[in-house]
Nanobody
Framework: QVHLVESGGGLVQAGGSLRLSCAAS????????MGWFRQAPGKEREFVAA????????YYADSVKGRFTISRDNAKNTVYLQMNSLKPEDTAVYYC??????????????WGQGTQVTVSS
């Protein structure tokens, strides 16, 4: 069992930056691919970024490519999402997820409780 806890969300003005963290307990993250998803009110949960267990492979949604960076520190059992040049449309609850491999779609094995990101215009 993997327990995930996100942190780092908050209120930021458009153009600003935030760094989200996802800390894991229960099992080492070293064996897991990690992903970030987000869900805005009234919308489906959507993929944001993913990273392989080694950190050598990353994927991004087109909407965040060039602005967001996913990274991981396996020694700290933590995954990060650096978000720059934030836009009001980035406003959502952000969730981290873990699975033994990168999964297409939201069918990941483990999920955190989410952290709210609000970008004001």
């Amino acid at each position: 069992q993997v327990h995930l806890v996100e942190s780092g969300g908050g209120l930021v003005q458009a153009g600003g930056s935030l760094r989200l963290s996802c800390a894991a307990s229960g099992r080492t993250l070293r064996s897991y691919a990690m992903g970030w998803f987000r869900q805005a009110p009234g919308k489906e949960r959507e993929f944001v970024a993913a990273i392989s267990w080694s950190g050598g492979i990353t994927y991004y949604a087109d909407s965040v490519k060039g602005r967001f960076t996913i990274s991981r520190d396996n020694a700290k059992n933590t995954v990060y999402l650096q978000m720059n040049s934030l836009k009001p449309e980035d406003t959502a609850v952000y969730y981290c997820a873990a699975d033994t491999t990168i999964v297409v779609g939201p069918s990941w094995d483990y999920w955190g409780q989410g952290t709210q990101v609000t970008v004001s215009s």
